[in-house]
């Protein structure tokens, strides 16, 4: 069985940072890329960022670029998302989301996280 | 960047009824689209996937068709688990895109 688990959501200062991490399971990890989708309150969806199953190429929404860093360790079927210089606009529930097809790079979703929430206040 | 929009914002319908929803792409995705149902509290569920293929699992009063720029998606008898939002998907290269969600609200 797909699983995914987000953590490292939490209550952060504007200015601060957040590393999100995404603990896979129940497939071969590192032939899918892997996605971060961001959803605020009462809001839609939003697109932040795709990496490639190897790691090697990674891809972001155009709003943010320089603003969030996606990574993945293989060796520990494990995504993550750096975000820093955290802004109140950046508070969501951000979800990691699996690619449904091993040959392409931010595909349709199969599977989805639970979330986990990032609150940026002071 | 390709915008998306959705029509309506929001549906009100009747069990049995039919609904159908409108995405519509700010430029030729071709069939690079994708639906989801969305439930409060919840993660976003794959429908559909490259337009009218239907994820494992979803039911066949589900279905999705177009291509280039206007895109539907139909429940052919609503159900009273169906009651949802709504979100189209394009990911024609490298990218995603949603659109902003239509919520199925109980007539």
């Known amino acids: 069985e797909v699983q995914l688990l987000e953590s490292g959501g939490g209550l952060v200062q504007p200015g601060g940072s957040l590393r999100l991490s995404c603990a896979a399971s129940g497939f071969s990890f590192n032939a899918y890329a892997m996605n971060w989708v961001r959803q605020a309150p009462g809001k839609g969806l939003e697109w932040v960022s795709v990496?490639?199953?190897?790691?090697?190429?990674?891809y972001y929404a155009d709003s943010l670029k320089g603003h969030f860093t996606i990574s993945r360790d293989n060796s520990k079927n494990t995504l993550y998302l750096q975000m820093n210089n955290l802004r109140a606009e950046d508070t969501a529930v951000y979800y990691c989301?699996?690619?449904?097809?091993?040959?392409?790079?931010?595909?349709?979703?199969?599977?989805w996280g639970q979330g986990t929430l990032v609150t940026v206040s002071s | 960047d390709i915008q998306m929009t959705q029509s309506p914002s929001t549906l009100s319908a009747s069990v049995g009824d039919r609904v159908t929803i409108t995405c519509r792409a700010s430029?030729?995705?071709?069939?690079?689209l994708a639906w989801y149902q969305q439930k409060s509290g919840k993660p976003p569920k794959l429908l559909i996937y490259e337009t009218s293929r239907l994820e494992r699992g979803v039911p066949s009063r589900f279905s999705g068709s177009g291509s280039g720029t206007e895109f539907t998606l139909s429940i052919s008898s609503l159900q009273p688990d169906d009651f949802a939002i709504y979100f189209c998907?394009?990911?024609?290269?490298?990218?995603?895109?949603f659109g902003p969600g239509t919520k199925v609200e109980i007539k």
């Open positions: 990496i490639t199953g190897s790691g090697g190429n990674t």
């Open positions: 430029q030729n995705i071709k069939v690079w």
């Open positions: 998907q394009e990911y024609f290269y490298r990218n995603a895109t």
């Open positions: 989301a699996k690619d449904r097809f091993m040959t392409a790079v931010a595909d349709s979703f199969d599977y």
